[in-house]
T-cell receptor, first 111, second 113 residues
Framework: DAGITQSPRHKVTETGTPVTLRCHQTENHRYMYWYRQDPGHGLRLIHYSYGVKDTDKGEVSDGYSVSRSKTEDFLLTLESATSSQTSVYFC??????????FGQGTRLTVV | QQQVKQSPQSLIVQKGGISIINCAYENTAFDYFPWYQQFPGKGPALLIAIRPDVSEKKEGRFTISFNKSAKQFSLHIMDSQPGDSATYFCAARDTGTASKLTFGTGTRLQVTL
């Protein structure tokens, strides 16, 4: 999986609690992305990073924040989880003019 | 709005048949069009990709056909095998910041014996 580790792989949390998902890469890729995958919607971009401390919003960023303090780590935080955030979350990495590589995903259930 | 439209949503093909998945896009700033294959419980993996200056690209049993004027591209899987049963996503890359990918909604392919 191109040196990408997502943690945790599975999580069940209660509505209103904060949740942080971690993406760690060993490939030294400049770009990192968080997507969510839902039936009928494909993969939708939540946030992305184009360098350390350089992040921006994707198409479905409401309710999410990110941080990237090191090249290898990209954190996705749900400040107050809601049931609509139940999804499978994928981290991806990339470089200019190359394909994106995806992690194994984190299945998050908000009850 | 959905910038990359993919069809069909699901597809059943007999072993040895041809699987065809179609995508259409809106944004003319897209400069790279990959297809990803995803098996259950796994992350998407790059299958094949094409740039808009090429009309066709073939890798083994997989072929992308690209029509720039119509803003459409398609994946053909020749001699489909049960092992090809997976979900396929088309995508398009933005020439802007961070080479972001926009995905289609996916096609679940089942190849029967």
């Amino acid at each position: 999986d191109a040196g990408i580790t997502q943690s945790p792989r599975h999580k069940v949390t209660e509505t209103g609690t904060p949740v942080t998902l971690r993406c760690h890469q060993t490939e030294n890729h400049r770009y990192m992305y968080w997507y969510r995958q839902d039936p009928g919607h494909g993969l939708r971009l939540i946030h992305y990073s184009y360098g350390v401390k350089d992040t921006d919003k994707g198409e479905v960023s409401d309710g999410y924040s990110v941080s990237r303090s090191k090249t290898e780590d990209f954190l996705l935080t749900l400040e107050s989880a809601t049931s609509s955030q139940t999804s499978v979350y994928f981290c991806a990495i990339g470089r200019p003019n190359t394909e994106a590589f995806f992690g194994q995903g984190t299945r998050l259930t908000v009850v | 709005q959905q910038q990359v439209k993919q069809s069909p949503q699901s597809l059943i093909v007999q072993k040895g048949g041809i699987s065809i998945i179609n995508c259409a896009y809106e944004n003319t700033a897209f400069d790279y069009f990959p297809w990803y294959q995803q098996f259950p419980g796994k992350g998407p993996a790059l299958l094949i990709a094409i740039r808009p200056d090429v009309s066709e690209k073939k890798e083994g049993r997989f072929t992308i056909s690209f029509n720039k004027s119509a803003k459409q591209f398609s994946l053909h899987i020749m001699d489909s095998q049960p092992g090809d049963s997976a979900t396929y996503f088309c995508a398009a890359r933005d020439t802007g910041t961070a080479s972001k990918l926009t995905f289609g909604t996916g096609t679940r392919l089942q190849v029967t014996l």
